[in-house]
């Protein structure tokens, strides 16, 4: 009960304004819960940390040790073909350096976002760092940065097989191929994000389109929270000032142990674990 109601008091106006939020992010910490919402973006950022490693394992060997077409191939300096190879060995150093740069952030990205959340100690810090931390966008950044670094390869892969095919064909197999990728990504990707998405489909400020009976509407979650900040001005903050605060905790132990509902003489004791009880339940 302390674990999730500690603090909450200073996140309160930020969840109870969920529907002007940029995302969907505080509304959905409501809906499933820490760890839940936790569990999924670890895996998000641990899924791109991972395919950037992979990605760099490549990169990385490519850079060290490029095509033998791009170092010996020969053409009069000043030339055309010269300056053709010198635009074409650029191409493919800097954009696999921009690539193997990228990859590596999106690691560490997903690394800080990991360890911030292994040092929140109670719900509410878990609340502040998506609130006041920008937690989601943590997330998104390691995401574009996968993206731009997949990006920055593919076109350096491209500039190598210049080498071994014309510049025109190299081009022409690089556009048809992103052409099919994106025709087949985006419709599916669309759908998927438009049926379920809390941003994309429930709610309808942002763009989405939800069913006319069901309304961007979390007033129980909320409630849900509401008590659980309640519970945490009425018992945590204000004990101190009603009551002996060692002697309170000490019998609020022995009585949720042996039976919550117990009646004891202390003073007040029983209208504030019946409080804790119900903060435990939401």
């Known amino acids: 009960c302390w674990r999730r109601s500690s603090g909450l008091h200073t996140v309160e106006k930020w969840v109870e304004n969920y529907k002007q939020h940029p995302a969907g992010w505080g509304a959905l910490l409501m809906i499933h819960g820490i760890p839940e919402v936790t569990g999924r973006l670890r895996s998000k950022v641990e899924n791109y940390a991972i395919y950037s490693a992979l990605f760099l394992s490549m990169s990385i060997a490519v850079i060290i040790s490029p095509p033998d077409g791009l170092t010996e191939m020969e053409a009069t300096e000043w030339s055309l073909e010269w300056w ?27 690394m800080a976002f990991n360890d911030s959340l292994n040092e929140a100690a109670r719900d509410c810090d878990i609340y502040r760092m998506f609130s006041k931390g920008k937690g989601f966008l943590a997330t998104l950044k390691c995401q574009r940065a996968f993206r731009l670094g997949c990006v920055a390869d593919f076109i350096a892969v491209v500039a190598a097989a210049s080498i071994y095919v014309t510049v025109y064909e190299s081009i022409a197999m690089f556009m048809v191929l992103m052409l099919v990728n994106m025709c087949i990504y985006m419709p599916t990707a669309r759908l998927l994000f438009e049926s379920a998405s809390i941003v994309k489909y429930w709610q309808s400020r942002l763009g989405g389109k939800p069913e ?38 000490e019998h609020l132990f022995d009585a949720v142990k042996n039976n919550p509902e117990s009646s004891s003489s202390a003073p007040g004791s029983d209208s504030r674990i019946r409080q804790v009880t119900a903060a435990t339940i939401f």
Not at 92 to 99: H, K, R
């Open 212 to 249: 006319k009976d069901d309304p961007y509407d979390l007033d129980i979650a909320l409630r849900c929270f509401q008590e659980r900040a309640k519970s945490n001005r009425n018992i945590f903050l204000s004990c101190s000032a009603s009551c002996d605060r060692k002697k309170f905790i």
């Open 84 to 110: 053709a190879l010198q635009i074409r060995v650029r191409i493919y150093m800097y954009c696999l350096a921009i690539g193997t740069a990228a990859h590596f952030l999106s690691i560490m990205l997903g």
